[in-house]
């Protein structure tokens, strides 16, 4: 008896990771944020800090119209944006401090 609880045990254990797995990867998505190496017709190809590339179809495909390669952009929940302009990392020489 114990042997068979163990593996009804083991069954719903592995039925409920099999269901919930597909649930999490799909918050995960296309989802990056990075530089433009690659337009596509409706396809944009962004490099990430990483080095991660990821080609995606943004769900906004008219954000394509003004961004060129690269540009600092991302995609959450399939929405493309381009990035604004970047702050200097460090302050330039003779700023003042």
Not at 32 to 43: A, F, S
């Amino acid at each position: 008896m114990k042997a068979r609880k163990l593996l009804t045990l083991l069954a719903v254990g592995v039925l409920t990771l099999s269901l919930a797995g597909p649930a999490i990867s799909a918050g995960m998505g296309d989802d990056i944020k990075g530089t433009v190496t690659k337009i596509d017709g409706n396809h944009v190809t962004i490099k990430s800090v990483t080095g991660d590339e990821k080609t995606v179809e943004p769900a906004n495909p008219e954000a394509l119209g003004g961004l060129k390669v690269g540009d600092q952009a991302m995609v959450k929940d399939g929405k493309l944006t381009k990035a604004g302009g970047a702050e200097p990392s460090a302050p330039s020489p003779g700023s003042g401090y």
